[in-house]
């Protein structure tokens, strides 16, 4: 008789046990590929906000606001379509009325439908692909890219006046006309955009103080201190951050520099949007992408001091940038 040749069954499990080791040492390599590759995606993306941002200045002589006012609650990132190839987009956009249905009032309603509809549209360019590409169970575009207020801190006598979308210390706030010769600390030296983690759409208070993608709300006109945003006693909670790119609130398209990069405090808004405390967030290990003035694109660690950090984002405060 022939004898047939065969694994025995030790054998055939020292080979299943070499290839799950394999596995357990090529797995995380492959994972670090990936957000390698992902993150140098959010680079790009952050470097042609950027370069939109210089192609405005050229025209209009000035970086587009963070706000028309109240209803035209308009992102400035909407205002730079034209200059990320979405010129067709922002065709179909009427500046003149406010920007989607939620603030129509008793405008045209029928201009203000169409600009709602536009904002439906998802931009990749806007989206971090290590983040999720949509907040859930919004029909709007979400947005990854926030542009900077400032420090958050806009009267340096009175620590409590902080986090307002008004006459703010950075590049861009509400009706602001700043331009690069209102960048005094250097363009090299002032963050104009960063990220932040969209929500996950739950308005719920989070559990396991887990607070990347919800914020506290407070009520109406509540001004946002520290004291006020305490999670414990917290009105309320959302879950819709970064759910809207065409919508200029601190809800959406704009943050503050109050709070370090991946802070572990919530990001805290009010009612009406008007004030907030946040950070920067990203899904990329150790800290954020952040965009300056000058165009470049540099990762910060969310280890950086707070106040080198808050100097950053102010266009004018003659501080003098340490190493970060």
Known sequence: ??????????????????????IALLLPAVQQAREAARRMSCTNNLKQLGLALHNYHDTHGSFPPGGLGYPFVWSPQSLLL????????????????????????????????????????????????SDRDEVPGSVYGGISYPMSLGSGVNNISDASDDGANANSDGVIFSLSKTGFRDVTDGTSNTVVFSEHLLGDGNDSAPSNNDYRHRVIQLDTNTQTTESACTPSSAPAWSGQRGAKWVN???????????????????DCHNGYHNFAITSARSQHPGGVQAARVDGSVRFVGETVDIVIWRALATRGGGEVIGEY
């Open 82 to 129: 034209p200059y990320v190839d979405q010129g067709n987009l922002g065709d179909l956009l009427h500046y003149e009325v406010p920007p989607m249905n939620a603030f129509a009032g008793s405008y045209d309603a029928t201009l203000v439908g169409e600009n709602d509809t536009a904002a439906q549209t998802r931009l990749s360019l806007l989206l971090c692909p």
């Open 248 to 266: 200029g609130h601190l809800a959406d398209a704009l943050y503050n520099h109050w709070y370090g990069p991946n802070s572990s405090s919530p």
């Open 1 to 22: 008789m022939k004898l047939r040749h065969a694994f025995t069954l030790v054998e055939l499990l020292v080979v299943i046990a070499i290839i799950g080791v394999l």
